[in-house]
């Protein structure tokens, strides 16, 4: 599987070019499943959900311009809800998931993501997906491949406690950097975060993405990050 890791999603043509890179043809050609399940964390999840299935991106908190992932241009796309699944039948899901060309996975709380893809048993079948397959993730989508997170990061915890994630790639993310709507994502404070992890960090704003590729990792920015490593 191949990861494209980004803040604030396919918000440039640097990085939706990485995106049809990866792809190997155009996004027109592609099919994709939606995985929105992050987003059930937040107060405002249900309606933000349904603003982003349904397009409606163009008033606040959506930035100008700003598209969800669904509405991208795909020859197909369904919605893939982990919360539901744990109680399904793998294989009625399985072999959608292998057949697809990209996952999108929606930010929101990055530790219930990660709950609820070890519960539903995504989390095991991650490893086993075509090479070619994309993993597109947003935000907590990108954190949670991570090894952890860090405390300043942990909302909504998970029964077992800690802010252990999946630890797919080999190093974390502070997404959002200097975001004005996020004042306390400043570059000082993303450094104090890096700081404390116990591997590498980026700190990437929403005009960067992560590309990871057969271990090779590559940065594509049309705007702000940093490397740090403790």
Same mark, same amino acid.
């Given at each position: ?30 099919? &994709?499943?939606?995985?929105?399940? &992050? ?62 060309? &990209? ?86 404070? &993303? ?40």
């Amino acid at each position: 599987m191949k990861f494209l890791l980004t803040s604030g999603g396919i918000s440039n043509d640097s990085i939706r070019n990485a995106l049809v890179d990866l792809l190997g043809k155009p996004i027109s050609e592609c099919s &994709a499943l939606y995985i929105p399940t &992050a987003l059930h964390a937040n107060t405002n999840g249900p309606t933000m959900i349904a603003r982003l299935i349904s397009g409606d991106t163009k008033t606040p908190p959506f930035s100008e311009g700003y598209v969800s992932m669904c509405h991208m241009g795909w020859k197909s796309w369904g919605v893939l809800e982990l919360a539901a699944l744990s109680n399904i039948d793998k294989e009625r899901w399985h072999q959608r998931v292998r057949e697809t060309d &990209a996952l999108l996975v929606e930010g929101g709380d990055p530790l219930y993501l990660c709950y609820w893809m070890r519960q539903s048993g995504l989390a095991d079948l991650l490893p086993e997906l075509p090479r070619e397959m994309v993993y597109v993730g947003l935000s907590a989508g990108s954190m949670v491949m991570a090894p952890s997170i860090g405390e300043d990061f942990v909302r909504w915890r998970p029964p077992t406690g800690g802010d252990s994630t999946l630890g797919l790639v080999d190093f974390a993310i502070f997404p959002h950097l200097d975001n004005p709507d996020l004042p306390d994502n400043c570059m000082a404070n &993303a450094e104090e975060w890096a700081a404390g992890m116990p591997m590498p960090s980026y700190l990437i704003d929403d005009q960067t993405a992560i590309q990871v590729v057969d271990g090779v990792v590559n940065v594509i920015s049309e705007g702000q990050w940093k490397r740090f490593v403790p």
